[in-house]
């Protein structure tokens, strides 16, 4: 055994001593002295990489790390705090690699764990990193970075009640953690409550007043809810913080499409194109400047823009050509529910009340303003896209396996079963009102009509048509939140042949199913309103209700829209959308053939 030596010991007591006031510069010459003297010393190795990587010196920090794994391999440490050094460095690659040796050589240390769900995070990897930030709180309960970066990726991942309750655990340790104030705030208003959010906004601001990343996060809120005077006072005190920060000015360019500045917002777009900035980020400018380019009509300016924007969408959410696969998969195996004979439906209840009215479609078909118009009615409650049908689907799934066939296998207690999961998750989202239709829209619902049928024999159904190009060139412009089917929204071509699949089924449901339904084109309603909304109404056994009129000022009125329509339907009926596509005519050629079946099928001459 080799002896310690110890004056070499007493320098190094002497040079932790000075890290514990903060001396770094004087502690990193202490090591640097003891490393050239014993370069065997690992300790003095990765305590010099650990102090130089708190100076920011990660290059250094990078070199100090190596040579304590020369001399000792399997130092679990070692691996641990030079992935830490390369991390700073952004090589979140080469990071993650170093943190799974890490814990390969110790498994049952809470940190290592902890450290590589937060690279895997950063680097968009949402899922694995949650499973790592798991494995570290099943080792250490109560740690808070665990719990918080955690939250953070359950609150991307859409699974909010987990949210809620890792994020309340975290403030419950730090109850002044401004990022879990902050993540607890963007938690809320995708869940609709906008004033429990900005009061969480408002408490973390309190913790940290010069948060540039809270400031636009409230900015950004505060837009999207109609208060604009709120928006750009946050904006303007933001900006004086930081000129840089990108959201800013994402903000501000929204603020002037609300005003109709359309030369304006592509001048602030325009400013930070070239900035770093996070890929979602990137992807909603370039999507955003690409839609104002449309508005002021340069055309040639617009594709280009989409497409990078996208680019940077699916680098964003890990969007590949393997999960368009799985989306075609997913959509063909529901198909499959059916029988060859479409399935006997009993209990036939007459009661429409008890009923929901489904609204759907392919998103960019005019749902949203749909739904706006028929919420103003006081006989129709919506229910804002919330998950019923997904939760029923995914009891139906549990039950049955999904496979072949497995629709007409349902006995009576199974349908009673399933709707009972849904109006159970009814009345967890919203207070019924007495009386009143419910009117749950969710485009997508299209994939499950025949599920919806079975469960609801008698349920009426609203197909919301549009042009397909222009639905998909819509889709396009769009940055849609990150479910499985909309992530694949990723290029023209993707859009397309997800949309024949989706519409394709429709056709087939119809053919095969007794469904009742109402077919509406946004073309017509928006160029005949009343006589269209007339006709809709009287499908629903409803009268006539001036208030539908007032659809706007409804709109203006609702707390938060959580679609990209949200600053379309507080505005008033417009028809510069309708047949938008005919200007990108050579960008649509390669899809023409996919998508001119379903042009025909739903009445359109071109």
Known sequence: MVKKNPLTQAKKSKADNLVHEGRLEEAREIYQRVCQKDRLDVEAWVKLGEISRQLGDYDSAETNFRSALAISPNLSLAHQMLATALQCQGRVDEAIEEYRNAIQLNQNYPDGHYLLGN?????????EGAECCLRALDLRPNFFEALSDLGSAFLFLGRGEEATDILQRALKLRPDSSVVLANLACLKELQGHVEEALEHYALALRV??????????????????GRLAEASDLVARGLRISETLPLFHLVSARLERRAGRYANAAILLESIRKHPMPHDLAGESHLLLGQIYDRL?????????????????????????????????????????????APVSANRNTNHMDVPVFLLGFPRSGTTLLEQILDSHPGIQALDEKPMSGA????????????????????EQQLAEL???????????????????????????????????????????????????????????QNFAANDI????????????????????????????????????????????????RGLLE??????????????????????INTPSYHQVTQPIYQHAKYRWKHYEHEFAPVMDTLRPY???????C
Not at 119 to 127: D, F, N, P
């Open 539 to 560: 499908f629903l056994d409803l009268g006539w209700n001036d208030s539908v009129l007032g659809h706007t000022q409804h709109a203006q009125s609702r707390d938060i």
């Open 297 to 341: 009509g340069e055309y040639e300016k617009v594709f280009p823009l989409l497409s990078e924007g996208k680019r940077q969408v699916a680098l964003a959410t890990h969007s590949t050509e393997e999960n368009t696969k799985h989306v075609l998969e997913r959509i063909d195996a529901a198909r499959l529910w059916l029988d060859n004979s």
């Open 419 to 477: 709707r009972k999961v849904y109006f159970d998750e009814v009345d967890r989202q919203v207070a019924r009102r007495p009386n009143t239709l419910l009117l749950d829209k969710l485009p997508l619902n299209t994939l499950r009509v025949p599920l919806l049928w079975r469960v609801f024999p008698n349920a009426r159904f609203i197909l919301a048509i549009r042009h397909p190009c222009d639905v998909c060139l819509s889709c396009f412009m």
């Open 486 to 533: 909309m992530k694949s929204f990723i290029s023209l071509e993707t859009i397309a042949t997800i949309y024949a699949r989706v519409m394709g089924a429709w056709l087939e449901y119809v053919a095969r199913l007794p469904l009742t339904f109402h077919r509406i084109r946004y073309e017509d309603l928006v160029a005949n309103l009343e006589p269209e909304v």
């Open 392 to 411: 029923m689907e995914q009891a139906f799934l549990n039950m049955t396996g999904g496979v072949a066939s497995s629709l007409a296998q349902l006995d």
């Open 208 to 225: 940290d007043p010069d948060s540039v990343e809270i400031l636009a996060k409230q900015a950004e809120l505060m837009e999207k809810t």
């Open 599 to 605: 042009i025909s099928s739903f009445g359109y001459s």
């Open 119 to 127: 690279a895997l995070i950063e680097k968009g990897l949402m899922a």
